[in-house]
């Protein structure tokens, strides 16, 4: 079992550029969720989805930040004309139901640094 | 809301002796508690969580932690701490009931251990 794996591992981007951080989430899981870290900061949640469907985007930006969970593919969370205010870790985790007592299982992160 | 606190940035422990970081929370309704690793430039690696039963919860290398409702905390423990055992430490809550969907994380506790 390959786990979440996540890719790019590194991302450089110039302020404008878009980025794409892409999630497989690990075999029979069918829920993923987005965090974000920034430097010296906690994790924050971004968006839930399940395949085809976003559950809870409460801690998306409002603006050129969004998330998909295609039937077929990686769950892909898209940056539009990024700022230097985007770098930052960003976390894929899922499991395999939303109860509350399953485990998230998170992949090794994408590190986006903008110039 | 749903909330967590990590009181400590960093905590200082001498190899063998005792560690504990803490950790209250704040959810309405019964609440599932983990606790969470993560070594630098890696994803977080689940160590234990409580959802009901005793309150004692024992979790990977060697860890535990005490789930205290009166006190709303949920202190992670170990009784002879390792050098390897350095790492930045997340507490995490979730809503107990219903389709609950994300994890809440707290702010981190960076743990030195020195030998």
């Known amino acids: 079992n390959a786990g979440v794996m996540q890719n790019p591992r590194h991302l450089v981007r110039r302020r404008g550029q878009e980025a794409r951080l892409r999630c497989s989430p690990m075999k029979g899981h069918s829920h993923v969720y987005w965090y974000r870290q920034l430097p010296e900061e906690g994790l924050k949640f971004m968006v839930y989805?399940?395949?085809?469907?976003?559950?809870?985007e409460s801690g998306m930006p409002k603006e050129r930040f969004s998330a998909e969970f295609p039937k077929e593919g990686p769950s892909i969370l898209r940056i539009q004309q990024v700022v230097r205010g985007d770098s930052a870790a960003y976390f894929c985790?899922?499991?395999?139901?939303?109860?509350?007592?399953?485990?998230?299982?998170f992949g090794a992160g994408s590190r986006l640094t903008v110039l | 809301a749903q909330s967590v606190a990590q009181p400590e940035d960093q905590v200082n422990v001498a190899e063998g002796n005792p560690l504990t970081v803490k950790c209250t929370y704040s959810v309405s309704g019964n609440p599932y508690l983990f606790w969470y690793v993560q070594y630098p430039n890696r994803g977080l690696q689940f160590l234990l969580k409580y959802i009901t039963g005793d309150n004692l919860v024992k979790g990977s290398y060697g860890f535990e932690a005490e789930f205290n409702k009166s006190q709303t905390s949920f202190h992670l423990k170990k009784p002879s701490a390792l050098v390897s055992d350095s790492a930045l430490y997340f507490c995490a809550v979730r809503h107990g009931s219903g389709n609950t969907g994300k994890l809440i994380f707290g702010q981190g506790t960076t743990l030195q251990v020195k030998p």
């Open positions: 985790a899922s499991s395999p139901q939303s109860t509350g007592a399953n485990v998230l299982t």
């Open positions: 989805l399940q395949k085809e469907n976003i559950i809870d």
